[in-house]
């Protein structure tokens, strides 16, 4: 057998191995173009984008500092009442003014009382008549059906003296809190 004496190896290896080298070849081709379209140009926006940064040494010194704040806006205040008299009549007297401070339970304007005062005196007189009309029945021994009806008149009676006094209230509007006109 004669063996061959040419300097390159076999035919079947060497086409493998430039098969291998291209291949090699290709990929590191790819890694590079890779590296220089997306990893490098991040690099080089963040870079671009990092905020600059300037250090200036200035020497301090003391002095008055004039502050101004202007705004523009509604002035609501934070609480409010809508205050009316529980009795009718007319307007006599006003105590306060607009800007004026006032307290809780503070007059601040009257109605006539005069015909309110009247009502409850009248009230505070059938209270009377119907307490001594139950005491003079009581007295002489009258029936339990007198003293029911007695009784059940001064009860009427003084239901009616109650809400005359609170009619009688209601001549004077009164501040419900504290605060300003």
Do not use: C
């Not at 290709?26 to 590079?32: D, N, R, S, V, Y």
């Not at 008299?85 to 004026?100: L, Q």
């Not at 007295?139 to 008149?153: L, P, V």
């Amino acid at each position: 057998m004669s063996r061959s004496t040419s300097p390159h190896p076999p035919e079947s290896h060497s086409g493998w191995v430039r098969w291998v080298a291209l291949i090699v070849v290709i990929a590191g081709i790819g890694a590079t173009a890779a590296w220089w379209f997306g990893f490098r140009s991040k690099d080089a926006q963040k870079a671009a984008a990092a905020p600059t940064t300037i250090t200036r040494l200035v020497t301090a010194t003391t002095g008055t500092v004039n502050d101004t704040v202007t705004a523009n806006g509604t002035v609501a205040a934070a609480t409010t009442d809508d205050l009316n008299f529980t009795s009718g009549g007319t307007v006599t007297a006003v105590n306060v003014a607009v800007g004026d401070k006032v307290t809780t339970g503070q007059v601040l304007a009257t109605i006539d009382p005069t015909q309110l005062q009247a009502a409850y005196d009248s009230a505070q007189a059938t209270v009377t008549n119907a307490g001594a009309k139950l005491s003079d029945d009581q007295a002489a021994a009258a029936s339990a059906q007198q003293i029911a009806a007695d009784t059940s008149a001064l009860d009427v009676a003084y239901d009616a003296a109650v809400a005359a006094s609170a009619a009688l209230d209601g001549a004077s509007l009164r501040a419900t809190t504290d605060g300003t006109v």
